[in-house]
Nanobody, 115 residues
């Protein structure tokens, strides 16, 4: 069973920055795709940023130029650097990994951006 553990969320003022981390219990290079999703109250879960199965990076239009996804194979960790945060970025952020057989989700970390 793969475990994904997110950390780094919190309360920040608009314009501030946070870096989220997702630590995996398995070698992350073994995943077909890996990325970040978020879910705001009353809304559906949406893609934020991901490393695709083709090796490219995909961002949601709403975060392009502000967020950056990265990964450290040695630490088996996925990151999301979030800059110029806006109140509309407030959500629970989830780490996701896909190994073709199954999708794995972390427990989520809350990000709250105050205006």
């Amino acid at each position: 069973q793969v475990q994904l553990v997110e950390s780094g969320g919190g309360l920040v003022q608009a314009g501030g920055s946070l870096r989220l981390s997702c630590s995996a219990s398995r070698r992350i290079f073994s995943f077909n795709a890996m990325g970040w999703y978020r879910q705001a109250p009353g809304k559906q879960r949406e893609l934020v940023a991901t490393f695709t199965s083709g090796g490219t990076i995909k961002y949601a239009d709403s975060v392009k130029g502000r967020f950056a996804i990265s990964r450290d194979f040695a630490k088996n960790t996925l990151y999301l650097q979030m800059n110029s945060l806006k109140p509309e970025d407030t959500a629970v952020y989830y780490c996701n990994a896909d190994d073709l057989a199954k999708h794995y989700w972390g427990q989520g970390t809350q990000v709250t951006v105050s205006s």
